[in-house]
């Protein structure tokens, strides 16, 4: 029988199953062939026609696992990331036996079960995604929900092997890393607002998996847990207040800008007039990292009483890091503890920072007694992007300099406000006044060189451009942006 001959309401009917198959073919098509989660969505939706079952058969062979596992009991795990769904007990068994090949099960710290047995481990034995988690029990309700973060990253990891073989090289990991967290999970660095305010929000790894948001140390931390589970090997990398990551190849290396979509940034973006060389940090200086956030937010807010204890909880990751003595040790000054915040503040002043040519003054000011401690307070005080906050803080560095004018780091600071005012004029009085005092910093000589480049004072541009490439020669270092700044000058003005 013609179909034309059909009736009216048949043909329609027809018509719009044909279109339906039709639309179902193009869906099934048009998915990723090598995407476990969008293969097992589809299947979830589709379970009763030809393409559904093939999706589901698409990710058997995906995940390497033959048809008499119960991977239909995992549809709604595989694209949940969220503590507010938690996983069952089934759910976390599962996924665990699905990743019982993969590399980091070799690691002893994969089998912890409490904080006090990551610390016991050397860095090389430590399972990050497991080490982080715990480090963070405070957050957790019981050891069922430390092993479902530690199952999600395992099915992150799953994932991105999907699309890999047995023979790929480091370089393609790194790219399917950085396909599978940021273009289809979509993991991305949070507005300066949000931060700013709660930075441990965005750097401890249950906040980071449930919201797809991080700041610079929460997704590298990630990024690393998910590396270690690849058989990916990665240095960690901190240029200060900074940390990126770093694939080791023959001569050379590949970095991965993880607030840049894991982009091979060249060594030269990190480096800065002080810095002449890159710190490497171990997987357990990095747990202790996320503490120092979470500890400087809790400073910054002027809650001294956290901050001590956060602080003191990371110094186990971080026992010789001066920067975390130096924290440490103004905080105990905050809430009384002066003889403790002192010896602290002796043994920070004379540690030496790796890569830094010249160390932090702000402890040596104090120890010397030309600061106090409400003067040292003002440094901590929290700026965002309202112009309102900078002249807050601008208002009581003035307070700070005024009745301590030896205070480095407070003739600094306060020049700093000015540059986020545009008020270069006022900056270059404070800077001034630090080089009157200490004309040893090269950071300093620096920042006079380019603002009187700026007003067109081209002979006070040349002269502090000098100083700062002679204090830089005398510690074996010529920065690039010194370099650059001279090539300007020439361009403008030839020297003499």
């Not at 010397?368 to 965002?384: C, H, S, T, Y």
């Not at 009581?396 to 004018?405: I, Q």
Request: with cysteine; glycine share 6%; net charge negative.
């Amino acid at each position: 029988m013609a179909i034309s001959s059909l009736p009216f309401i048949l043909r329609l009917m027809l018509c719009f199953t044909l279109s339906f198959l039709l639309s179902l073919k193009t869906l099934f098509n048009g998915l990723d062939s090598q995407s476990i989660s969008k293969s097992l969505a589809f299947y979830e939706l589709h379970s009763e026609t030809e393409e559904g079952r093939e999706a589901l058969a698409r990710a058997y062979e995906l995940l390497h696992v033959s048809s008499d596992f119960p991977l239909v009991e995992l549809q709604g795990a595989m694209n949940r990331f969220s503590s507010s769904h938690p996983l069952s007990e089934r759910e976390v068994s599962l996924i665990e036996e699905l990743g019982a090949h993969l590399p980091n099960r070799k690691l002893k710290g994969y089998k912890a079960e409490r904080e006090e047995e990551i610390l016991l481990l050397p860095p090389e034995e430590i399972d990050l995604g497991k080490g982080l988690v715990l480090s963070q029990q405070g957050l957790m309700r019981d050891l069922l929900q430390v092993r479902s973060y530690s199952a999600l990253l395992d099915l992150m990891a799953l994932q991105v092997l999907a699309h890999l073989s047995p023979q790929s090289t480091p370089e393609e990991k790194i790219h399917a890393l950085n396909r599978f967290i940021f273009e289809e999970s979509r993991f991305r660095f949070p507005p300066h607002s949000l931060y700013a305010k709660e930075i441990d929000l965005y750097t401890f790894l249950p906040s980071v998996m449930d919201n797809h948001l991080g700041v610079c140390l929460g997704v590298t931390a990630m990024y690393l847990a998910l590396a270690q589970r690849l058989d990916l090997p990665l240095e960690i990398v901190t240029p200060p207040g900074h940390i990126f990551l770093r694939y080791k190849k023959g001569e050379g290396h590949i970095n991965i800008e993880t607030t840049a979509r894991g982009i091979d940034l060249p060594d030269e973006k990190y480096l800065g007039v002080n810095l002449k060389t890159l710190k490497l940090r171990d997987i357990k200086e990095v747990i202790g990292m996320t503490h120092v956030n979470q500890a400087s937010t809790y400073l910054h807010q002027g809650n001294f009483e956290k901050a001590v204890a956060v602080y003191q909880k990371a110094q186990p990751y971080l026992p010789k890091e001066a920067m975390v003595q130096e924290l440490l040790g103004f905080s105990l000054l905050f809430v009384g503890e002066k003889e403790k915040g002192k010896a602290l503040l002796k043994e920070a002043e004379t540690a030496s920072e790796e890569g830094k040519m010249l160390q932090e003054n702000m402890a040596q000011d104090y120890l010397l007694g030309r600061v106090d401690e409400e003067g040292v307070q003002a440094i901590f005080m929290e700026v965002d992007e309202k112009r309102e906050s900078v002249l807050e803080k601008q208002k009581k560095l003035h307070l700070s300099v005024e009745r301590w004018p030896l205070f480095r780091a407070g003739l600094e600071h306060l020049a700093v406000t000015y540059l986020q005012l545009n008020r270069n004029k006022e900056a270059l009085i404070y800077l001034n006044h630090y080089h009157a005092i200490d004309p040893e910093n090269p950071v300093i000589e620096y920042y006079l060189a380019a603002l009187y480049a700026e007003r067109k004072d081209y002979n006070q541009a040349w002269r502090f451009l000098k100083l700062a490439e002679a204090l830089t020669k005398k510690r074996g270092y010529a920065p690039k942006t010194l370099k650059e700044l001279r090539k300007e000058l020439i361009a403008i003005c030839p020297e003499g």
